[in-house]
């Protein structure tokens, strides 16, 4: 450690970026971001690429100084010109985030490439999703899932859950329930929560499997435990109608409750409906107006927002005025759980 700080207070750029990788880790010192930033600076003002990207990461969280996204884009982007597969990727991602430069799809696109080309699985997965949605190309979903089987085969459970997608919706190869199952089950594995909940969907459904309520609910929990809202709503419909569970009404409405506190419509629709009716609780008008005003907010399918507004109204006339100003009350002071 001494003769590497004197290697690194004498100049040497990669005993500087050695050392900031230390301080970076926590090896053999205490962590320090602010020391490790110091020394990575050092390195990457005498060109060390690595250590420019690892400046550049450093910008971007806000570790030892101020979060900078224009400081991590121009570390990036020296790193990236130099060849870096990594930093290629991440100034790709912050052209199409607009964050440390002005939103850029077809920029972001071209570093998204570079890097891809290289075989960085992150990169590849980027890319199909810029083609899978248009943004900087031309929609191409053959183009997409390209990229996507690339970045899938290396083991990016984001990818994996993507081609699922597209076998499942028939978006660029002929539709196959039974290869959306292997490609959603590959990233569940993985535990991709997007995924958990499309094979517990496939399981529910008998979609490419054996319709299989017990298997539905496993993976719907293991998609909601780790905070998928949509997921949690799910799960709680299977405890309320008992499909794959004993049926058990306060842990469906736990379930409920976490997903509309994330803002899930149908969730919060739900708890409309259950305290309309007053389903295991005590009747409660306020907060059922509450919930139903939230719903409609939420949701983007307008035959369920028309539902949940019928719902609302047809309630609302059996309510006094003070009791509706307090329940918009309620609605404009709610936030959702992170």
């Known amino acids: 450690m001494k003769s590497l700080r004197l290697m690194a207070e004498h100049g040497d750029a990669e005993a500087q970026r050695e050392l900031g990788l230390i301080y970076d880790a926590g090896q053999r010192v205490p962590r320090d971001y602010a020391e490790a930033a110091k020394w990575y600076r050092m390195a990457a003002e005498r060109g060390d690429v690595?250590?420019?990207r690892n400046l550049a990461y450093m910008c971007a969280r806000g570790q030892g100084g101020p979060q900078d996204f224009v400081e991590a884009a121009k570390w990036y982007r020296k790193a990236a010109e130099r060849g870096d597969p990594e930093a290629q990727r991440n100034l790709g991602v912050i052209y199409a985030?607009?964050?440390g430069a002005p939103q850029d799809y077809a920029?972001?696109?071209?570093?998204?490439?570079?890097?891809?080309?290289?075989?960085?699985?992150?990169?590849?997965?980027?890319?199909?999703?810029?083609?899978?949605?248009?943004?900087?190309?031309?929609?191409?979903?053959?183009?997409?899932?390209?990229?996507?089987?690339?970045?899938?085969?290396?083991?990016?459970a984001s990818a994996q859950h993507n081609i699922g997608v597209m076998h499942l919706d028939g978006s660029g190869v002929p539709q196959d329930d039974a290869e959306a199952v292997k490609w959603f089950r590959a990233s569940?594995?993985?535990g991709n929560a997007y995924a958990q909940y499309e094979l517990g969907f496939?399981?529910?459904?008998?979609?490419?499997?054996?319709?299989?309520?017990?298997?539905?609910?496993?993976?719907?929990?293991q998609a909601a435990e780790q905070g998928y809202a949509h997921a949690q709503f799910t799960l709680g419909d299977m405890y309320d109608w008992g499909r794959g569970v004993p049926q058990d009404h306060d842990e469906a409405l736990k379930w409920f409750k976490k997903s509309a506190d994330q803002g899930d419509a149908e969730a919060q629709s739900k708890l409309g409906d259950i305290y309309h009716v007053g389903l295991g609780m005590p009747q409660d008008y306020v907060e059922a107006h509450k919930w139903f005003d939230l719903a409609a907010v939420s949701s983007t399918d307008e035959w369920l927002?028309?539902?949940?507004?019928?719902s609302r109204d047809t309630m609302a006339a059996k309510m006094?005025?003070?009791?509706?100003a307090r329940a918009k009350k309620l609605a404009e002071a709610w936030k959702p759980v992170k």
Do not use: C
């Not at 920029?107 to 290289?118: D, I, R």
């Not at 459904?205 to 496993?218: H, I, L, S, W, Y």
């Not at 006094?320 to 509706?324: D, P």
């Open 97 to 99: 985030a607009g964050k």
């Open 320 to 324: 006094t005025s003070a009791q509706i």
């Open 188 to 190: 569940a594995e993985q």
């Open 107 to 156: 920029e972001a696109v071209k570093w998204f490439k570079l890097s891809a080309e290289q075989g960085n699985a992150a990169a590849q997965y980027n890319l199909g999703s810029m083609y899978s949605n248009g943004r900087g190309v031309t929609q191409d979903y053959v183009e997409a899932m390209k990229w996507y089987t690339l970045s899938a085969e290396q083991g990016n």
């Open 202 to 221: 496939m399981y529910a459904n008998g979609k490419g499997v054996p319709q299989d309520f017990v298997e539905a609910t496993r993976w719907y929990k």
């Open 305 to 310: 927002r028309n539902m949940i507004v019928e």
């Open 50 to 52: 690595e250590a420019q």
